[in-house]
């Protein structure tokens, strides 16, 4: 049943689009080629423009026209030769736009049919250079053949090549009679109408579909430009930037960064203020009783040499890591600075890659009046991360400096 909504709606947009894109809106002036030339090349008709906004100037499609950015048209223009001392202008408007989806996955360029305001408003800009005067329409026995007039979209009359709707009674440019353009006005009335509620529906079935199988482990980025990092910790790389209403994977939380699935295998970090986490992981991470406090903050990672003496990484490449107190002026305890690191030497022991194949060690650097650094080599720090070294064992192998800014009891 859904799908035969879907297809119903499409054969609907495929005929909106047949019956807004028919011919090309033609008129005759008594104009040498060479002089209707000259004065399209002065109206600039045949460079491109932009489109402030594409409503008015399109035909009903099946996408809202909101998303639609970046409009721009361009005419394509055939000045064919009449009787001798006058031609034909014909013309079309071609409109192309960027269509913004909620799925990035979808929005890209599309072709949208003119309405054909463009059209006639550079005829009528044409008549008007050339003092409001044009020619009739070339006779049955001139060697050109005329399209056929194309429909008014407000009235439902058809146009002649002067821009101007038939008269009442008799015949019009085309050969049909005020009674069969009334038939055509109706039923065209009709199918729009048909066309509008069926769109409607369908919009409703969508709206419903999401609803229901929307996942609940996605979060939404709030703003567009938002940075998608390669690590959880300021300056890091950024992989992309983030547009406004993007979705992700949840994969985990620590601290102030989202981690979050891009695609396949590709990860990221999204700092927490920046998205929108759904109600089933909000209450998740929600600590219970007093929240959770962050005590420290990575400012910086670079790759650099071991800033030290110590023999193990002496002269050697490691992984710096700059932190700061994220409170300033409060003075941190030993015990919390070895913990944070401990957290920062795991991460890097199970972050492999780059780690594995040109560094030795990690150093972490506490950027605050007492302060310190303490440093592993890579070898300990994969070892404790998988579990076969203990801690105690860990820290005794690691560098610190000074040690009483880590072990308390040791005198200064």
Known sequence: MFFGWLLLAGIVCQAQLVLAQAVPYARTYARSKEDVDGALKELQAYAGQKLP??????????????????????????????????????????????YADKDPAKSGYRVLPSNGRLELDLLDRLTEKFGGKTAGIASPSSSLQMPRPKLDVAS??????????????GTMAGGETIEEMAILKLKRETEEKHAQQLNAELQNFLELERNQAHPQNLVVVKKSG???????????????????????????????WIHVQI???SRGYLRRNMVE???????RLKPTGEAKKVLFRVTREETGVFPGNW???????????????????????????????????????????????????????????????????????????GGSLPRE????????????????????
């Open 156 to 169: 439902g009359l058809p146009v002649n090549s002067g821009g101007r709707t038939g008269s009442a009674g």
């Open 277 to 283: 986490l759904p109600e089933i992981l909000a209450r």
């Open 311 to 385: 023999e193990k990484l002496k002269g050697k490449t490691v992984k710096i890591f700059t932190v700061q107190p994220a409170a300033d002026g409060k003075k941190t305890e030993a015990a919390e600075k070895v913990a944070f690191a401990e957290s920062i030497f795991e991460r890097f022991g199970k972050d492999g890659g780059e780690a594995i194949s040109t560094l030795e060690g990690a150093v972490i650097i506490f950027d605050s009046a007492d302060g310190g650094i303490i440093a592993a080599t890579l070898g300990d720090v994969k070892e404790r991360a």
């Open 263 to 265: 695609s396949g295998a």
């Open 393 to 412: 064992e860990f820290l005794k192998r690691s560098y610190m400096d000074p040690v009483s800014a880590f072990n308390p009891s040791v005198e200064k």
């Open 226 to 256: 938002t940075p998608v990092l390669a690590r959880a910790a300021a300056g890091s790389k950024v992989l992309f930037q983030a547009a406004a209403d993007d979705e992700f994977e949840f994969i985990d939380a620590d601290e102030e």
């Open 53 to 98: 906004i594409v409503d008015g100037f399109v035909a009903m499609g099946a996408e809202p026209l909101d998303r639609y950015e970046r409009a721009f048209y361009q005419f394509s223009i055939d000045i064919l030769p009449a009787t001798p001392g006058s031609c034909v202008v014909r013309l079309s408007a071609k409109i192309t736009a960027w």
